[in-house]
């Protein structure tokens, strides 16, 4: 079955600390990643997408992250964060191919302190 | 101007009760989709329309209802709700192709009491 499994459920860090959030995704066929943020109380938003070509996107707020296709993942990076960067984070994959569905990982919470 | 919008924000409803909530997307988006964050964050695909036409349903309960008068809107009716339909609901658009992202509405969080 197609899935998307992100492997830290709850990371904390202190400011200045680099994150790495893992992901995974178990499809054969085409597929688009993505990372989305959800900060407290608020919709989901875009941090940065990977549709083709180089396999290391750069997003926003200092976000880069890898497509590695051999290992089926796409790992989120940022190399010092803030306490700003306080949210949940969402891996996220299009399964084209006939399906034409977004699908979700369950979520990192990310704590940063001061 | 919001390019998702959902209606309404927050909705507070006794057991049993029917109510819809409603999206709109002025994107010029093909698809349209909904998703339901449970309270552990787990966002869970339930529906997706493309061009008014349904063309996803994740086994959802026959309770929820999807209705798209046109591309630009995709509303959500919920029959006789229950205490476990407490979540928050997301309408989402795409564009057409599979290299266009995903834009959200800001959500509406259902609380079935």
């Known amino acids: 079955a197609q899935s998307v499994s992100q492997h830290n459920h709850h990371v904390i860090l202190s400011e200045a600390a680099s994150l790495e959030l893992g992901c995974n995704y178990s499809y054969g066929g085409t597929v688009n990643l993505f990372w989305y943020v959800q900060y407290p109380g608020q919709h989901l938003q875009l941090l940065l997408k990977y549709f083709s070509g180089d396999p290391l996107v750069k997003g926003i707020k200092g976000f880069e992250a890898e497509f590695i296709k051999s290992k089926f993942s796409f790992n989120l990076r940022k190399p010092s964060v803030q306490w700003s960067d306080t949210a949940e984070y969402f891996c996220a994959a299009f399964l084209s191919g006939g399906y034409n569905k977004l699908i979700f990982g369950a979520g990192t919470r990310l704590a940063v302190h001061p | 101007d919001t390019a998702v919008s959902q209606t309404p924000k927050y909705l507070v409803t006794q057991m049993g009760n029917d109510k819809s909530i409603k999206c709109e997307q002025n994107l010029g988006h093909d698809t349209m989709y909904w998703y339901k964050q449970d309270s552990k964050k787990f966002l869970k695909i339930m529906f997706s329309y493309n061009n008014k036409e349904l063309i996803i349903n994740e086994t959802v309960p026959n309770r929820f209802s999807p209705k798209s008068p046109d591309k630009a809107h995709l509303n959500l009716h919920i029959n006789s709700l229950e205490l476990g339909d407490s979540a928050v609901y997301f309408c989402?658009?795409?564009?057409?192709?599979?290299?266009?992202?995903?834009?959200f509405g800001q959500g509406t969080r259902l609380t079935v009491v």
């Open positions: 989402a658009s795409k564009g057409a192709g599979r290299e266009t992202e995903a834009f």
